[in-house]
């Protein structure tokens, strides 16, 4: 059975720029969520995907955005990078109707 | 709304000793469930355990046990006879019933354990 992955494993990015994250779910996974970990915090909720669609939504603003694509797998995009977005990212799934999300290594996004 | 609510921030003990991680939560949800995830330096939240709200039951698992208390809202989570590798950030998040809606964990700010040997 194959785990989360995701990619990269570190960025740098100057501030006002654009990044693309990556993430493929575990086996048999049909729903990915992403939360940012800034840090000494715990990870806060950005979004959900089931079904290659956006099925909710945490208190983050509209330049973060995503997509999810048939195979499962999914994307999270942050348009005009601010300091503030570094952090680590991380991807997580799990089958839908079940509880248990399970996540990748994260991304390391530092924004200078 | 949703809380959860981990007052160690760190804690510090000689291997071999047991340790409590507390953990108290908020849900105005009937059916909920609640979750303990070990973060290793590596970065990668591991899975422990998953509770639902209909059952109290304590669980064992090796070294780690759990215990779920509604009546305080509180799901603790001890390591007897700890070990240098138990040395991670852990991390108590609840999840309101997804039928409803997104299937949204909400964390504590994690409790830093350091196990000396």
């Known amino acids: ?112 | 709304a949703q809380k959860v609510t981990q007052a160690q921030t760190e804690i510090s003990v000689v291997e071999k000793e047991d340790v409590t991680l507390d953990c108290v939560y908020e849900t105005r949800d009937t059916t909920y469930y609640l979750f303990w995830y070990k973060q290793p330096p590596s970065g990668e939240l591991v899975f422990l355990i998953r509770r639902n709200s209909f059952d109290e039951q304590n669980e064992i698992s090796g070294r780690y046990s759990w215990n779920f208390q509604k009546s305080t809202s509180s799901f603790n989570f001890t390591i007897t006879a700890s070990q240098v590798v138990d040395s991670a950030v852990y991390f108590c998040a609840l999840s309101e019933d997804p039928i409803q809606g997104a299937q949204k964990l909400v964390f504590g700010q994690g409790t830093r354990l350091t196990i000396n040997p």
């Open chain 1, 1 to 112: 059975e194959t785990g989360v992955t995701q990619s990269p494993t570190h960025l740098i990015k100057t501030r006002g720029q654009q990044v693309t994250l990556r993430c493929s779910s575990q086996s048999g996974h049909n729903t990915v969520s992403w939360y940012q970990q800034a840090l000494g915090q715990g990870p806060q909720f950005i979004f959900q995907y089931y079904r290659e669609e956006e099925n909710g939504r945490g208190n983050f603003p509209p330049r973060f955005s995503g997509l999810q694509f048939p195979n499962y797998s999914s994307e999270l995009n942050v348009n005009a990078l601010e300091l503030d977005d570094s952090a680590l990212d991380l991807c997580a799934s799990s089958l839908a109707g079940v509880e248990t999300q399970y996540f990748g290594p994260g991304t390391r996004l530092l924004v200078l």
